[in-house]
């Protein structure tokens, strides 16, 4: 490259108006990586010929080099102006297009090239890019199996079509992908060792996992995303304070990681060996980071302060789905009085289905939010004029407690329903909760003002689950307890309780019953967790059923987990007859058992430390006929319960809209 620099400069001094020999020269040039020369070589090329289409093509690609990514489309345009079938042009431009994030642009771009030419692989590849993007993976996928036919060692190809299948739950597909993606450069890039630590978490192989996201850091030391990964497996598998330390490495090699920030504030509630103080104070790092130095964008000129008006309120959310918050989420929009309140539903969902299509028809304006970054939602919603915004989602997948905290769109902002927590973040105004999930002494430890309701759910069962069945110990002559929760509840004071529990009640049984149960690895983590404790594995019934009514029906008791009790699962064994014991910790989701019981007239099962946890769970289990006949009245004490009166619940939650908003306009 040198020698052939050399001799176009020496061409050039012979003959300086050859414009292929300042092109040649720009070319050597671009190689060698001296932009500067490059691009004045091919500027000379135009200046001699300004119709030269090759020259402008490659300065495109030298400016796009340089990061000037605008003066590279221009010229890029140029060239195909100059020559509208210039492949390669075209090509660059979509390419080009992409990068800057005019999606649709690129899309059409690259459908040009192959209808001119079906066989450039980079037309496909960036086809493929841009739908997945645009989140049509399918389709993606189809143009990336293209682009392989024409390369199948193509390595962005290869790493770039694996994401796009790991977005589908395709992990065995998107994990021969990475490992085609190493073969071909084991030292490339960490991002294949990265998607295959996805890919292989996906398939409950957790271990390997770990491993494939530490080689992704050992190529790329400040590679970030490795530790957050790390940590997110490290938390589910309640090793929290390892956990921690990725969350933190990821967090100091990217201050800016809100990810992580967020995920480790989920993670903290699990930890058994936290105070309600120390995570608490996590909770304000994240306010005092991401959302404080923040200006409200909602104006008090524009606010229709008239008496008696229609309120308009906003739920955003990412579970306007098939998921557990539905169970909560359509009784209220149900039962909402359309005459006293507008409703807009702000939907943070990727994958809608039949229940989402069911919730759109229930509300007033509906409002796709996944395309529209913090600060175009935050201006959607000053111009819908919304007066209390509702997150239904807190530090869960998928929210927008971010936008909530840097804009404060709305003049009342308002967490209840989906994480049982505080946010941290004090632009949102109030957290509806109830007496007994935040005592009064609690108030501190939310950044939010408590607003405590009568209860804190309506429930609406599913209604498949079926009649109540009788007592299986009067079959089986032993007791079944039994748990559906996720296995980052299992930590080992839940674990060394529930073994003393089995150890004192001679014969009986645990279910444990999650979607991670499905997975070989996580079922011997569990079994060898209690084997530690002196349970064998005879004890046990690990797995995973879905939906989960007859696995109720073969259970007597269940078993809370703690400090984060679980949610929805406590309802649905009640529904089927089947009492739980809780242990009422820190504030929130500490104590979410207490408040489901308090709302049924139950708080004798509601304990305060771990010997009375132990205590209660024993001797309930000691009377089959005390078991047998709550059984028989627990469903209907539920359904004559403020748990399952929508209509009450939802009027009680309106009065609060009402009150927030009087006082509002009290204020000023």
């Known amino acids: 490259n040198d020698a052939a620099i050399y001799s176009y400069k020496s061409a050039l001094k012979i003959s300086p108006d050859e414009k292929a020999t300042h092109f040649n020269l720009g070319n050597c040039l671009r190689i060698q990586g001296d932009i500067e020369a490059a691009e004045q070589a091919y500027r000379n090329a135009i200046k001699i010929d300004s119709g030269y289409a090759e020259a402008f093509n490659n300065l495109g690609l030298t400016l796009q080099l340089d990061t000037r990514l605008d003066a590279a489309i221009e010229c890029f345009r140029t060239a195909i102006n100059l020559r509208p079938s210039y492949i390669e042009a075209i090509q660059n431009l979509a390419t080009s297009e992409f990068q800057r994030g005019n999606i649709a642009t690129s899309l059409e771009l690259a459908d040009r090239v192959i209808q001119l030419d079906g066989r450039v692989l980079e037309a496909h590849y960036t086809k493929g890019n841009a739908l997945s993007a645009l989140q049509e993976y399918e389709n993606a996928a189809s143009h990336f199996i293209e682009a392989l036919k024409i390369d199948p060692d193509h390595f962005d190809t290869l790493v770039n079509f694996s994401d796009a299948l790991l977005k589908i739950g395709k992990y065995l597909d998107a994990l021969d992908l990475c490992d085609k993606a190493i073969q071909v450069d084991p030292k490339a890039s960490k991002v294949p060792y990265n998607n295959r630590g996805a890919a292989l978490k996906g398939v409950g192989r957790y271990s390997d996992a770990l491993l494939s996201y530490e080689k992704a850091i050992e190529i790329d030391p400040e590679f970030g995303e490795g530790h957050y990964n790390i940590a997110i497996i490290l938390a589910e598998l309640c090793e929290f304070e390892e956990s921690f330390f990725h969350y933190d490495k990821a967090i100091a090699l990217n201050p800016n990681f809100i990810a992580a920030y967020s995920n480790k504030l989920f993670a903290l509630n699990y930890d058994p060996e936290k105070t309600a103080q120390e ?12 959302s404080k130095p923040h200006t409200p964008l909602w104006d008090k000129n524009n606010i229709d302060l008239t008496a008696g008006r229609v309120i308009r309120i906003g739920y955003i959310s990412p579970d306007f789905r098939k998921h557990s918050a539905r169970h909560f989420i359509e009784p209220l929009f149900d039962f909402h009085d359309k005459e006293r309140f507008q409703i807009v539903a702000y939907s943070e969902v990727r994958n809608e289905d039949q229940v989402t299509k069911r919730l759109r028809t229930k509300v007033d304006t509906w409002v796709p939010t996944c395309s529209l970054n913090d600060r175009a939602l935050a201006d959607k919603i000053v111009t819908d004029r919304i007066d209390i915004l509702i997150d239904l989602a807190g530090h869960t997948d998928g929210n927008r407690l971010l936008m909530m905290g840097k804009y404060k769109p709305a003049p009342i902002q308002v967490s209840f329903m989906g994480y049982g927590y505080t946010t941290g973040i004090k632009a949102i105004d109030y957290f509806f909760t109830d007496a007994a999930s935040t005592p009064p002494d609690a108030d501190r430890f939310y950044a939010e003002q408590p607003w405590r309701l009568p209860t804190i759910y309506a429930y609406r069962p599913d209604p498949d689950m079926g009649p109540v069945s009788q007592l299986p110990a009067l ?130 099962w509601i304990t305060y430390d771990e010997r009375f946890y132990v205590d209660t769970v024993v001797n309930l289990a000691k009377d089959y006929g005390s078991l047998s006949d709550i059984r028989k009245v627990l469903r209907p004490e539920l359904e004559k319960s403020l748990l399952m009166d929508e209509s009450t619940y939802t009027f009680e939650v309106e009065t609060a809209y009402e009150s927030m908003w009087n006082q509002f306009k009290l204020e000023g």
């Open 279 to 290: 995570i608490f104070n996590y909770y304000l790092k994240f306010d005092e980071k991401f």
């Open 475 to 604: 079959k089986n002559q032993f007791i079944t307890f039994g748990s559906l929760s996720r296995i980052i509840r299992l930590n080992s004071r839940t674990i060394g309780v529930w073994s003393e529990i089995l150890q004192k009640v001679p014969g009986s049984k645990l279910v444990i019953n999650s979607g991670d149960l499905k997975f070989p690895e996580l079922i011997s983590w569990i079994a060898n967790k209690f084997k530690a404790q002196g349970i064998t594995e005879d004890r046990l019934l690990l797995g995973y059923d879905t939906p989960p009514w007859d696995l109720l029906r073969d259970i007597d008791i269940s078993l809370d987990c703690f400090p984060h009790n679980s949610g929805l699962t406590l309802l649905e064994s009640l529904y089927m007859g089947v009492p739980y014991v809780t242990l009422a910790t820190r504030p929130g989701i500490g104590r979410l058992g207490a408040s489901f019981l308090v709302a049924l007239g139950r708080e004798e």
